[in-house]
């Protein structure tokens, strides 16, 4: 074939080259280097290939012209010069070469999910991450992600592999290591300095700069969850001491039946019971629901607006407290009543831990949430009986709309809106495919959640009952370039706060404590916060105990007298 020639000339110079390349490299590799040299070689290589985010989120914020300059050049020297101090505590000749290569791994991945989702690696988001299940790990995996990691760890371990460490005294090692972390430290306390007219405004005005240095940023986030996670913070504080029934309880054949949902990414401006233009709550508008539109949430992420959402401290409480406390289930648990926590999500973040507990199992790699409800009669028939003779409060955990994989979060029926978007690289996907996916997964909670008021409605004959249901928070759907959930609070955008909170009233709970749906109806505009859930739990299951405050029980207002 005379074509092969002019074709395969060419390919036999470039694998000729190639392989020139690789053994010069190697040859160069073999030649012993100080693991200082290999500490600011890789310093060098995690600033190229890392810090991506950082560059262009700076070029992005500042004013431009010089000032962009001066921002990128005292940003560059301030983290060089960090991430060498920090990587010149590890310039030994034994051992370090799989830490080494732990760093550029973390780098890696932190640069992909940055790039890909604008997310920032601060503490809360490294408890997401240590909290995370295999269900959540997988959706988060694609080809991009291996191809990003590959680019920047491929090379550096490939060159960590070979490169060969010379040998010095210890004494030799630990003063020079000790010279270059002062010259390192000092050389970024210039730049901060020298660099603070550009610098200072604009860190000040984005914080969330701080969290985009890589890999400072991860590891800093995950030593400082580590350590506030060992860290004792003194006994558990019982607040359920004085937990009690009230007056309903007595000589009452019927008790009572509540159902708690814990919605999972729910954005209350998607709910159309909330005025969103499109129907995505159909059935729960037919079952005669109350639908709060405005509820902000504690948190951005479930490991944060959960226990938060079930403290009696309310947000700002429970963020300063110095020791663990009791929580809604406890307390409830305590007055007598019988309290299951079910699961179809990453567990209950520490909520469930004194009551009984159960998570969802099916023969697919992920459940839907109609799964929560399936074998729901067993699991109550098993609690103890003289518990269940006073009342049953159940709390359902969803996987609700949990991002990036939305369109796994609904079933055929409940797919409205097409096309989807079917990867979890979601800047991949337009943003029409994208809203399609993730208010499907609404639908699928409109369905759930009127699957178990359907429930209830069949226990009416034994039990009053009643419905609550609240998500944990919001979801970025590509607004300003954001995606998923979990930016620190102070500049979270209102999307990822703005969560749903809806009440089924008509089973005959409401009615047992004088509570009028009606009037509820009146204040469904008002703002309210996820201080109100524990409270008002407590108010609508009747139970007393002096952590209850009526202020923020959403429905005391609408309580009838006597």
Known sequence: MPLSLP??????????????????MDEALAVPRSPRRIVLLLTAWLMLSTNWTLWLDIARLSTGGMATLHALAAMGVLTASATAAMLMLTAWPRGMKPVWFTVVLIAAFAQHYMLTYHVVMDPTMM??????????????????????????????????????????????????????????????????????????????????LRYTVNPLSSIYSTLKQASDSVRSKGPLAIISGDADLGATYVGNTRPPLFVLVVGETARGDHFSLNGYGRLTNPRLAQAGVLSWTHLQSCGTSTAASVPCMFSPLGKSGFEARKNDSENLLDVLSAAGLAVLWIDNQSGCKGVCARVPSASTACDADECLDDVLLQGLDARIAALPAERRARGIVVVLHQIGSHGPAYSRRSGPTSKHFLPECRNVTLSACTHDELVNAFDNSTVATDAMLADTIVWLRGQSAHFDTGMLY?????ESLGENGLFLHGMPYVFAPDEQKHAAMIAWLNGGLAARTGVRAECVAQGLARPVTHDVLYHTVLGLMDVHSATYRPSLDVLEGCRSAG
């Open 470 to 474: 609240m998500s944990d928070h919001g």
């Open 7 to 24: 074709i395969a000339a060419p390919l036999a110079g470039l694998r000729t080259a190639a392989h020139l390349a690789l053994r010069r």
């Open 127 to 208: 408890v997401n991450v240590m909290q995370t299940d295999v269900h959540e790990a997988r959706d988060m995996l694609s080809a991009r992600l291996l191809v990003d990691v590959l680019l920047v760890a491929g090379p550096a371990g490939w060159a960590l592999w070979r490169v060969r460490i010379a040998r010095q005294g210890a004494w030799t090692h630990v003063w020079r290591n000790a010279v270059l972390l002062v010259a390192a430290l000092a050389v970024g306390l210039g730049a901060g300095m020298l660099g603070f007219r550009a610098l200072g405004p604009l860190m000040r005005n984005n914080v969330e």
